[in-house]
């Protein structure tokens, strides 16, 4: 594919960045600064692949470097206490230092509150653009280091179920290796979580056949030295 030369955001509003920048300062585990980055890069290359649009690339790459915002708010209050309301705050108080007239702050503050979930009719092109990149960026290859970093209480993998354990799910993985898996779903066109845009599905589709083939790899590994048999 050809990639975009589009200005990237620390260069565009550098006050903002700074501001980014330096709340991230403390963030690990697939959520840090580097992460903001490579959401911003690949939401403004969706937004102007499919939309052809300058201004919705801008909202949509402001979008992505917000969009951690609530897992930085989760180290302050605790994961079930962030609302958002102090999701909005936080976002509209960065954003203070773009450009953004009042109906793109709202468009940009419902892009992060929305970024996670099941798919909608009612998102906007910056929430696609925005949510796209995030699956693009969770299914490349290093989320295998990432998940093992997350989930270091787990054991790697699975050795009696592999990924077929009823009792795990997204939420509650059992092992690293299931909660790879897990993210394949954003190529199943029949989930309400697959990635929506043309280039966003083929970003996706080429990150998901990586990941396919190493948990393949590893199952014909396993199956050799006769850890499992027949593994689903």
């Keep these: 594919m050809n990639v975009l030369e589009i200005l990237p955001i620390r260069d565009r509003f550098p006050k903002f960045w700074g501001v980014v920048q330096a709340t991230h300062k403390n963030m690990q585990q697939g959520h840090d600064i580097y992460h903001v980055q490579r959401v911003e890069f690949w939401a403004q290359q969706i937004a102007m692949a499919e939309w052809k649009s300058e201004r919705i690339a801008i909202l949509a790459g402001l979008a992505a470097d917000c969009h951690n915002i609530d897992r930085i708010l989760q180290k302050d209050v605790g994961n079930d206490n962030v609302t958002n309301e102090m999701i909005s705050d936080l976002?509209?108080?960065?954003?203070?230092?773009?450009?953004?007239?009042?109906?793109?702050?709202?468009?940009?503050?419902?892009?992060?509150?929305?970024?996670?979930?099941?798919?909608?009719?009612?998102?906007?092109?910056?929430?696609?653009?925005?949510?796209?990149?995030?699956?693009?960026?969770?299914?490349?290859?290093?989320?295998?280091?990432?998940?093992?970093?997350?989930?270091?209480?787990?054991?790697?993998?699975?050795?009696?179920?592999?990924l077929s354990d009823p009792e795990a799910s997204y939420k509650k993985p059992k092992s690293c290796l299931y909660d790879i898996s897990q993210s394949l779903e954003w190529v199943d066109p029949s989930s309400p979580f697959c990635v929506q845009t043309k280039l966003g599905a083929l970003l996706a589709g080429v990150r998901a056949r990586a990941l396919e083939g190493y948990i393949e790899i590893l199952k014909q590994q396993l199956e050799t030295s006769g850890l499992i048999q027949n593994a689903k």
């Design 91 to 162: 976002a509209k108080t960065w954003l203070s230092y773009t450009d953004c007239t009042e109906q793109e702050l709202r468009i940009v503050v419902e892009a992060v509150i929305v970024h996670s979930g099941k798919n909608s009719p009612e998102h906007s092109n910056v929430t696609l653009a925005l949510r796209d990149a995030d699956r693009v960026v969770n299914l490349e290859i290093d989320v295998v280091i990432r998940s093992g970093q997350f989930y270091s209480d787990l054991p790697a993998v699975d050795y009696v179920n592999f």
